[in-house]
């Protein structure tokens, strides 16, 4: 199994930019699917972005195409999520989360076996 812990969030004014990095550790972390899904107070988990083992495929939500970026190396054992032009409706706990079908991005939370602790991310106006 892998264990996942997310870093990177914080308050960001509206417009602005923020990193979220996802360090893994255990299992060989390159032997994973990553993804980043979202949850605000009184709404449902939402997909974010994935991203196959080796970074050659990616999957993005409407919502945050051409402005969120995701991405991974395999050598620092770590994913990324490049989110820039925030909107407020982009506040939210951020999850990191790991697929052990590694060639596929799903947009499934039920896809995903492991869940880091989530990150919180505040966008003023």
């Known amino acids: 199994q892998v264990q996942l812990v997310e870093s990177g969030g914080g308050l960001v004014q509206a417009g602005g930019s923020l990193r979220l990095s996802c360090a893994a550790s255990?299992?060989?972390?390159?032997?994973?699917?990553m993804g980043w899904f979202r949850q605000a107070p009184g709404k449902e988990r939402e997909f974010v972005a994935a991203i196959n083992w080796i970074g050659s495929s990616t999957d993005y939500a409407d919502s945050v195409k051409g402005r969120f970026t995701i991405s991974r190396d395999n050598a620092k054992n770590t994913a990324y999520l490049q989110m820039n032009s925030l909107k407020p409706e982009a506040a939210a706990i951020y999850y990191c989360?790991?697929?052990?079908?590694?060639?596929?991005?799903?947009?499934?939370?039920?896809?995903?076996?492991?869940w880091g602790q989530g990150t919180q991310v505040t966008v003023s106006s």
């Open positions: 989360t790991a697929d052990q079908i590694k060639l596929r991005t799903s947009m499934k939370p039920i896809d995903y076996e492991y």
């Open positions: 255990g299992r060989t972390f390159s032997s994973y699917a």
